[in-house]
């Protein structure tokens, strides 16, 4: 499908990949609505895009079906990319050997997994009503899963499981929107430089990077971004988990 004239939603569009993506779509010729919380710098980015920010909470359905709108509102909803999401460890037992607080887990859950389902229930409701563009196709649809959701470690089985049920409802989506001629695909990056990682001290992501077999280094966001736009323009790409990560298999921890 074609970029150039579309109307591109990004969530988490604010920061790390989403922002490498938002910036290539505009580039590339999209109306680009960025989805990301009030506190973040999602004004701005919008503003450096010649885009529109609609803040939200994926957590929402109020908020999201309000940023599915606005989008709309801007240029007709073709593309959606879901990045909105976060990572923090929660074990199973705690320091002591008791059950971890459960609330840890279903934020992740509720953020990572619930929030790109919300996100692409109000979507495609909307899409599903454009007219197809001259190729028939109506829109596309891209989540971002990880390779946590095939190699989770130590201290990611919230976020394993959040990732590996992007991963897991991608065919089954794919396959129901089909009809509505919207294509649907996930990515399941590796170990990607973006704030998420930035927190980490610099010997911890060197470290990371040498464990990559080639190249060994942390992925790009404009890496990720590029593939974003591979699976918009491949109009035979659909149902599918595509993992971009080096050839990472991660360790236990
Ligand atoms: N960086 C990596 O190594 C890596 C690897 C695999 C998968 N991922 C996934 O890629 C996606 C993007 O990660 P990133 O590295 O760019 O992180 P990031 O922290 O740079 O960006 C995430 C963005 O999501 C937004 N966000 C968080 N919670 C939100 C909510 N409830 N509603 C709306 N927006 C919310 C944040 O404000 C932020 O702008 C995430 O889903 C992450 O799990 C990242």
Do not use: W
């Amino acid at each position: 499908m074609q970029i150039q004239g579309s109307g591109a939603l990004v969530t988490g569009g604010a920061s790390g990949l989403g922002l490498a993506t938002a910036r290539r779509l505009a580039a590339a010729g999209a109306t680009v609505t960025i989805v990301d919380l009030a506190s973040s710098q999602g004004a701005e980015v919008a503003a450096e895009l010649g885009g529109v920010f609609a803040p939200a909470d994926v957590t929402s359905v109020e908020e999201v079906a309000a940023a599915v709108a606005a989008a709309q509102d801007a240029a007709p909803l073709r593309i959606v990319v879901n990045c909105a999401g976060i990572a923090p460890p929660a074990k199973v037992l705690d320091r002591d050997g008791n059950p971890a607080d459960v609330a840890a887990f279903e934020r992740i859950i509720r953020i990572n997994l619930i929030g790109t389902f919300t996100v692409i229930a109000q979507a495609s409701a909307v899409i599903a009503k454009n007219d197809p563009t001259e190729s028939g196709d109506r829109g596309v649809i891209v989540n971002t899963a990880s390779v946590a959701a095939f190699d989770g470690q130590i201290g990611q089985p919230a976020y394993s499981a959040s990732k590996g049920g992007v991963h897991a409802m991608t065919l089954p989506i794919a396959r129901e929107l089909a009809r509505h001629a919207i294509r649907v695909c996930t990515i399941a990056p590796g170990i990607m430089e973006t704030p998420m990682l930035a927190g980490l001290p610099q010997a911890a992501q060197d470290s990371l990077g040498e464990q990559v077999p080639y190249p060994a280094r942390l992925g790009r966001p404009d890496e990720y971004a590029s593939l974003v736009q591979q699976i918009v323009e491949n109009g035979y790409l659909n149902g599918e988990t595509i993992r971009l990560d080096g050839a990472i298999r991660m360790a236990p921890k």
